[in-house]
């Protein structure tokens, strides 16, 4: 059977258009590969688009904007970083420009911080801790799991420092000892 080689791209319906396209500019220090009042591709490799926007203000003025935190569909994108590293030092990037996650949680499998756009689409940014998935299975079919499926909050401010400081990747990735962690209400669970 023939199945998908990779996730190409992402396609949101907005009516904050500028906003949208300044914001995943900034997240993933995206580009605009082409742009018209209606639409605009973006992307931040060598895939020719990423996102795509559409300005439902153009396209269906007429139309009224939902509630995309009550709606069913889609709850967020997650995207993985190769090191934590990486993650914590766009957490940090972020947060200069003002952008912080709602949630920011070790999930057992992965160390993720959520983000909402401007219209409250939501993201994860992840690294997994896993060495490859058999792992990761492994410990989803364990007893620690089967208590804690959601994970335990961690600080990445606490972890950017200790990444400065020269803590090991291995050490960084740790899954805290902790209460799990509770899934705040932007997360629209
Ligand atoms: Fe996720």
């Known amino acids: 059977m023939a199945r998908p080689s990779k996730l190409a791209h992402v396609v949101y319906m907005t009516r904050r258009y500028n906003q949208m396209l300044n914001w995943y500019q900034t997240v993933f220090e995206a580009k605009v590969q082409y742009q018209n009042p209606a639409f ?36 967020h994108v997650g995207y993985t970083f190769s090191t934590v590293g990486e993650l914590l030092e766009t ?23 959520y983000y909402r756009d401007p219209d409250g689409n939501r993201l994860e940014f992840q690294v997994d801790c896993c060495a490859n998935a058999d792992e990761a299975h492994t ?40 209460p799990p962690a509770p899934i705040p209400r932007e997360h629209g669970l």
């Open 40 to 75: 605009a591709f973006l992307t931040y490799d060598d895939e020719h688009h990423r996102f795509a926007f559409a300005n439902m203000s153009i396209l269906n003025p007429e139309g009224i904007e939902m509630d995309a935190t009550s709606k069913v569909g889609v709850n």
């Open 91 to 113: 957490y940090e990037r972020l947060k200069q420009a003002g952008i912080t996650p709602y949630w920011r949680v070790h999930h057992g499998v992965t160390l993720s911080v």
């Open 139 to 178: 410990f989803m079919q364990s007893d620690a799991f089967a208590l804690n499926p959601i994970g335990v909050e961690i600080d990445p401010d606490v972890l950017l420092a200790q990444y400065r400081s020269g803590t090991s990747q291995e050490q960084l990735l740790k899954l805290p000892v902790g």
